[in-house]
């Protein structure tokens, strides 16, 4: 486990919500916030995201982890909360219409994650790498808005003859089984929550975040 370089303003933070029950997302909140705050304990909460259940969309993707962070905060009343959402972006054409390099090879959509961080008054986000998943389960995901962790799932028992007892996005996740376990989903979304954190590492620096819906 990696430690601050310099001493964290987040050193004596105490208690950390996170908008779901779902075990990666706090692993990954868990890992990313005790490298500045040793004594923080951090825990689920079940809240509703507010959008679609396969969002598709930066848009629908930020308000998701918005809707999940200030749910938590404002039900629990904790130090900080955190809000976590994956879906599916579409991948920009050229200007004049044609495919850019990536969609010519019949990649239109790629997953990202999304994490927001509030104390109430502030928000801020911080957002995880993109991977592409198979065209067979990202292009009937987006047109359809069906999850495309249960469709992976299927596809991925389907063509690996790997049932599992629990859905991957409960467990090493769909880019841990497409990474052949080298980036489980908590370190995939670990990212996304330290990059969310940046706001609250250097207030001075970030003095006019506020959260309009919070505040």
């Known amino acids: ?7 964290s303003p987040l050193a004596s933070l105490r208690e950390v919500r996170v908008g779901s029950n779902n075990e990666p997302k706090i692993a990954a909140v868990r890992s990313a916030l005790l490298a500045y705050a040793p ?45 976590i959402e994956d879906g599916l972006i579409e991948l920009p054409e050229r200007a004049d219409g044609s495919p850019s390099s990536v969609s010519e090879f019949k990649v239109r959509h790629v997953n990202i994650g999304c994490a927001a961080v509030t104390d109430g008054k502030r928000l801020s986000f911080g957002f ?31 063509r690996r003859g790997e049932p599992s007892a ?36 250097h207030p001075d620096l970030y003095d006019d975040l506020s959260d309009g819906e919070g505040s």
């Open 1 to 7: 486990m990696s430690t601050a370089v310099v001493p």
């Open 39 to 83: 004594e923080v304990r951090v825990e689920g909460v079940g809240v509703v995201s507010g959008v679609a259940e396969q969002p598709v969309g930066l848009d629908e993707i930020i308000r998701g982890a918005s809707n999940r962070a200030r749910a938590a905060v404002e039900s629990q009343g904790c130090e900080l909360a955190v809000g």
């Open 128 to 158: 995880s790498s993109a991977f592409a998943y198979p065209t067979a389960c990202s292009r009937r995901a987006a047109a359809q808005r069906t999850p495309i962790g249960g469709l992976f799932d299927r596809l991925w028992q389907r």
């Open 166 to 201: 629990l859905p991957s996005a409960r467990g090493i996740g769909n880019v841990g089984r497409l990474t052949l376990g080298v980036l489980p989903r908590c370190e995939y979304e670990r990212h996304a929550v330290l990059c969310a954190l940046v706001a609250f590492l």
